[in-house]
């Protein structure tokens, strides 16, 4: 990669060496920023951890309070200098606490994207386009057929569908950190004031939620007794919950998923989903366009996802660009049917 010459791609993940520090790293290094708390950018067992407090506060409750050797906040904008470079931390509009992280040195600024998206989110600060020569994005959803649509429509399609089947219980598949909290926050805002019922899983992140002053209204854990009596309710769980045992004690559910792959038909009938939900926390591909503009770079990396077209498309543009074929960041909207983590 011709990127900036302070940062290089080495196998544990981007690293800068005037700076000493990895961003996101894929293997425990001595020194780690975190764009956020998903599991394939946050990982345990780093030396020393500098991220926001939220992102600090998410790895803690995943991990255990020791998840590092040590730990070092930064607020959104602030301005820290390692080694040689300046570094600031700005909003990505991903979820609670996600950062892009801007490096720089007396002759070039790199911003680091991690995951984000433009749609606005009432559970996160919007993203901010920073200014800078290379920008370094993600490209989950980098195809044109990949145009999500407004996450408020999708709300009103599980609401018509609830009042369609008001004896069925609809079980909605959402990742545990982000996903499951930012889907409560558009029932809210559409007006739906019932409880909102939770797998266990969503819990502990949920919680985190509303301690961080984020309104959710109502939410109550679903308990094995409850579940033959929430017809009508709606019921956020794994995406991975929706295919088990699990889901079978509730009345004939409708089984949804909020994921932007729903957009591809394929993955909703592979997973036998009844309601396809296109809600994402990434950004579209009129989002990757609009932000590599937006950031009126000349460069432009891409970490993950979808590279090809959106190189195409920057080349199209004058702007230089390359994928970087980053292995280790599997999408948090690609799911493994665990536990509830959005791996
Ligand atoms: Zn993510
Ligand atoms: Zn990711």
Redesign the pocket.
């Known amino acids: 990669m011709r990127a900036a010459d302070f940062l290089s791609l080495t196998p544990a993940g981007l690293y800068c060496a005037a700076g000493d520090f990895f961003i996101d790293p894929l293997r425990s290094v001595p020194r780690a920023l975190i764009t ?1 708390g ?1 599991s ?2 946050a990982r345990p067992g780093h030396g020393q951890v500098l991220a926001t407090r939220e992102t600090l506060a998410i790895m803690a409750l995943r991990y255990g309070a020791s998840f590092a050797q040590s730990t070092q906040t930064i607020a959104y904008g602030e301005k820290l200098r390692l080694g040689s470079i300046d570094i600031s931390f700005h909003p990505a509009g ?2 609670l606490g ?1 950062a892009q992280i801007r490096l720089g040195s007396s002759q070039q600024v790199v911003v680091v994207s ?2 984000y998206k433009r749609e606005a989110d009432p559970t996160c600060l919007p993203f901010e386009p920073i200014a800078c020569d290379t920008f370094i994005t993600e490209a989950t959803f980098g195809l044109p057929v990949f145009s999500h649509s407004r996450s408020m429509d999708e709300i009103g399609k599980l609401l018509a569908s609830r009042n369609l089947f008001p004896e069925r219980a609809h079980l909605v598949g959402a990742y545990a950190l ?1 996903k499951a909290q930012r889907l409560i926050a558009l029932l809210r805002k559409a007006g739906y004031e019932r409880p909102i019922y939770l797998h266990g899983a969503m819990e502990k992140l949920t919680d985190f939620y509303i301690s961080e002053g984020i309104d959710l209204g109502l939410t109550c854990k679903v308990t094995a007794t409850d579940r033959p009596h929430l017809g009508g309710e709606i019921v956020i769980c794994p995406p991975g919950a929706l295919q088990d045992l699990w889901s079978r004690k509730f009345p004939d559910p409708v089984a949804c998923f909020a994921s932007g792959w729903m957009k591809v038909r394929a993955r909703a009938r592979q997973r036998a989903v009844e309601l396809p939900l296109v809600i994402s ?1 990434h950004a579209d591909w009129a989002g990757l366009c609009a932000t590599a503009q937006d950031t009126g770079c000349s460069q432009l990396l891409v970490t993950h996802g979808e590279a090809d077209a959106l190189v195409h498309w920057a080349k199209t543009q004058g702007i230089d660009a390359e994928p970087l074929h980053l292995l280790g960041y599997g ?2 909207e690609v799911e493994t049917a665990e536990a509830g983590d ?1 791996a």
Do not use: A, I, L
Request: aromatic share 0%; charged share 45%; no cysteine.
């Open positions: 956020h998903h394939d950018h991903h979820v996600s991690g995951d982000g926390d999408d948090e959005e």
